[in-house]
């Protein structure tokens, strides 16, 4: 189930603000997800409708994924993420 990810400028910003061992654990969590579907992810609704979530820890990877494609549109502590 291979999946092409895309980032965002924003999801970029995002990652580069965690220290190594939070951007190592995000990173290794979406390449989990992206080639086994494997993951703790819920389809969002309200004003993030259409897109999912991956829980990762206190963090959340908001994505949306179109065919192949999973685009990664942030990636954001819980308390914030949904705003």
Known sequence: ????IE???EA???IRRFDKSTA???????????RTGQGDVKQLHGQHAGKFRL???N???LFS?????????GVRHRSVAYR
């Open 65 to 73: 994924q179109a065919g192949t494609t999973l685009r990664v549109h």
């Open 7 to 9: 980032w965002s400028e």
């Open 59 to 61: 963090y959340r990877l």
């Open 24 to 34: 190592r654990r995000t990173f290794d969590a979406l390449l989990r997800f992206a």
């Open 1 to 4: 189930m291979a999946l092409n």
């Open 55 to 57: 829980r990762i820890g």
């Open 12 to 14: 970029r910003a995002d």
